[in-house]
């Protein structure tokens, strides 16, 4: 009976090791980019307001602020906990070129010109580890 009892034992302690995980996936999504969503959202002119697709919280105070609690942003090799903030904020665009001479030297110098309005931008990221 004590031989049975240990011949079992070896065969689960076989069965359980072979269940490990040895860090090929053969080809398998497990742990893999989609598990995760991507932090994304679309700023809504008309409305004043952003989108935040498959954010876990979304609250519009004075500011809108969106968080995903575990997703990819900019980054795809890193999850974690993002939060962003967006606010109405000066925003300035390339408009154009100007040159003009320097009058002390005589020499042309270009700048490059913007036009600014206020608008809804993003203002503020902030990342930490997920929440789980």
Do not use: H
Request: proline share 2%; charged share 20%.
């Amino acid at each position: 009976m004590k031989t049975v009892l240990t011949v079992l034992c070896w065969i689960g302690i076989a069965v359980m090791l072979g269940g490990c995980d040895d860090g090929d996936d053969n080809g398998g999504t497990a742990g893999a980019y989609g598990d995760f969503p991507e932090v994304s959202f679309v700023i809504n002119e008309s409305t004043g307001n952003v989108i935040c697709y498959n954010a876990d919280k979304n609250v519009i105070t004075t500011q809108q602020i969106c968080t995903w609690n575990c997703a990819y942003y900019n980054n795809k090799g890193a999850v974690r906990k993002v939060t962003l903030w967006f606010d109405e904020a000066l925003v300035c665009r390339d408009s154009g070129i100007e040159t003009t001479t320097d009058p002390d030297t005589g020499e042309e110098v270009t700048k490059v010109t913007q036009e600014c309005t206020n608008e809804i931008a993003l203002v503020k990221e902030d990342f930490d580890p997920c929440v789980l």
